[in-house]
């Protein structure tokens, strides 16, 4: 069988100051032909400083925006083409975790309220189904069963954050899209939900999209890294290869900013030479040209393609990846 979530050539192009500007072809390219898979129970990261696309490719997912191209496709099936009914069942599949707890969860929701809700979307329960259901999820991540009745205000910051992973468990996806979901917390909380996460993964095999600016955190997790740069993928590879020998420029001067090995949060703000770009007007050709300290003339011109290497990666440079022709074979091209 194929991959659990495939990705091809996404793209999200937003109409810049419609109505005020004139300029109506003006648009910020938000994401630029991305494409990736995740397999069952694994762990792919994306990471990037912000406004790197990010997060609006874990909104594109989860379809709550409309894609301007590409596709996504979900055990092989493209979750456009299917219908109302189909596309809810689609989405038990593939639940979402928020950055910010605070604000995600209903306050005048009770915790058993808050993580039972998705299930009773689907099916009405009873008192005594929903209260196990709410016991059940609320052992899972950790918490007693006893806080089901309290309101989100009555929590810790963790504690929310294990209110949001156990709503999204609740329908037992095989995905969960998680983006920044531990950037809100002190730093020995989020081992606390990483190490909640790797074990929910061992135990029910759950394949993650983790989205963060934060390399200490992705490295804890990941078993492979897509590093993004304005919209587009730039790397992608293997956790381990990618942190012991990172190809891409930019790839590099992010890790080299991180004080690796230290677990603590790294903030990505600013850790590269130069001033982050927008994607409002991003540079000509590769868009981290006028940051990187290998550019070449080429670099200004033409957008580098994400050529395979040898240790299964990708990765997109026309110095330190650069294309090779494909040599056409007469007897394929004669087919
Ligand atoms: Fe640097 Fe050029 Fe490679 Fe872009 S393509 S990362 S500018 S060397
Ligand atoms: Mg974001």
Redesign the pocket.
Known sequence: SGPLLTVENLTKHYPLGAGFLKKPFSVVKAVEDVSFSVEAGETLCIVGE??CG??TV?RLLMRLVEPTGGRVLIDGTDIADLKKQALRAFRRRMQMVF?DPYSSLNPRLTAGQIITEPVENFERLSRKPRNALAADLLQKVGMSPEMMHRLPSELSGGQRQRLGIARALSLKPALIIA??AVSALDVSVQAQILNLLVDLQQQMGIAFVF?S?DLGVVEHIAHRVAVMYLGRIVELAPSEALFAKPVHPYTEALIAAAPVPDPTRVRLEAPVEGEAPSPINPPSGCAFHPRCPLAVERCRIDVPPLVPMADGRVVACHVRAPAREIPVQPDVAAN
């Open positions: 912000s406004g990010k997060s874990a950055q983006d920044e989205i600016h």
